[in-house]
């Protein structure tokens, strides 16, 4: 009987000691790969704690950096969000690191030296080891509520004669407020129903948003199903949007469309949402704005329906804010003349592909960079 080969002694020295050990806490990645996610995370963690600061006293009359004021709103920053025992437990650990090397002389021949060092930095990972725990606790929460969100979403898009259609959303944390949607509400394409699309944006961020848009979805698919006309769908939805949105603070802009496969006609109401973009096949786009106010601001709210006409070749563009307002690594926005560049310069292809050039143009502008905002976009192309 052969005896098996032995392993290659390279992968046994690589998984394992040093360079094991090193691949395992950075996950395979490089250098540069690693500094620029260290980058982002720290800018966005100073934009969080800073947030709150006034920004005319962080500088001085001549432009210069107030370190010693930054420093300060910074550390009450961090400080205040806390719970009151683990304040103490920071102030502990921090009296601690600064009396780390104290020492009592008694007499001539008799000196007690205590070094606090070590108890300050196992302090500090105490307090770290409670964040931590309190953090992996609401992700784990939040991965749930992500799975749950999911459900609400199509993850396939519907089979349209003489169209296809491609979405995709990158939540900013681990559930979103933006909220998309394309569906035959009473009838099947072949039966001559007609398509209804759906693109929206909860004001907000995180689990707060996310709530209101499930309660959006199920809301819109209850009135949908009655087969009620397209402005008598946005009225009602708008009149309870109104009753829940804590007096307009948590308003909702949307942009819902009726399209027709047979006629390729497209009827839509624009509720204060970022204008749909409709690029003909030359290559000349066109903004979709009729409609009236974010829904639950005013529940009496007059709106207006908007009409276009598709013809083959011409893409349907709708999006959230999140695209125009992407950031790179020096704070400069993507924008809606980036955005229309990238519309006009369309290849004359399906939806996927139409996707995923623009999601393309938007990932070379930010690369690595943390947004502070989801990011979706939908396409409808006519054939």
Not at 68 to 96: D, E, G, Q, Y
Not at 234 to 247: C, E, G
Not at 252 to 281: C, E, F, W
Request: with cysteine; charged share 20%; hydrophobic share 45%.
């Amino acid at each position: 009987m052969s005896s098996a080969p032995s392993p290659n002694p390279e992968a046994r020295v690589n998984h394992g000691g040093l360079p094991g050990f090193w691949r395992r806490i950075s996950e395979g990645r490089e250098l540069d790969e690693l500094w620029s996610q260290f980058t982002a995370d720290a800018r966005a963690s100073y934009g969080f704690y800073m947030k709150e600061a006034d920004a005319d006293q962080m500088v001085s009359r001549r432009g210069r950096p107030r370190w010693f004021r930054i420093i300060k709103t910074l550390f009450w920053s961090l400080v205040t969000k806390l719970t009151p025992a683990r304040r103490i437990v920071l102030v502990v650990a921090m009296i601690l690191l600064c009396v780390s090397s104290v020492k009592f002389q008694i007499g001539k021949d008799f000196v007690f030296d205590f070094d606090l060092s070590i108890l300050s930095a196992l302090t500090f990972l105490f307090l770290l080891g409670l964040e931590l725990a309190d953090k992996v606790t609401m992700k784990r929460d939040l991965e749930i509520a992500r799975e749950i969100q999911s459900w609400l979403i199509p993850s396939n898009p519907p089979v349209v004669p003489k169209a296809d259609i491609a979405f995709a959303t990158r939540p900013q944390n681990s559930v979103a407020g933006d909220y998309y949607d394309a569906f035959f509400p009473t009838a099947s394409a072949e039966n001559g129903g007609s398509l209804l699309l759906v693109i929206a944006d909860v004001a907000g961020k995180s689990v707060p948003a996310a709530l209101l848009m499930a309660t959006l979805q199920a809301s819109l698919r209850t009135i949908a199903g009655e087969g009620a006309p397209l402005l008598d769908l946005v009225v009602r939805l708008n009149r309870y949007a109104s009753a829940h949105s804590l007096d307009g603070l948590r308003f909702t802009t949307a942009v819902i469309g009726q399209y027709d496969p047979a006629t390729r006609k497209l009827l839509y109401v624009n509720a204060g949402h970022n204008p749909p973009i409709v690029r003909r096949a030359g290559g000349a786009p066109e903004m979709l704005e009729a409609g009236g106010l974010p829904l639950g601001i005013d529940a009496d709210a007059i709106y207006q329906t908007g009409e276009v006409v598709l013809q083959p070749g011409d893409a349907l563009v709708l999006y959230t804010d999140g695209v125009v307002e992407a950031f790179n690594d020096q704070g400069e926005e993507f924008g809606n003349p980036r955005w229309l560049e990238a519309i006009r310069a369309l290849p004359d292809r399906s939806a996927t592909e139409s996707l995923q050039f623009l999601m393309r143009s938007v990932d070379d502008f930010v690369r690595a960079t943390r947004q502070s905002d989801d990011i979706t976009c939908l396409i409808l192309r006519c054939k």
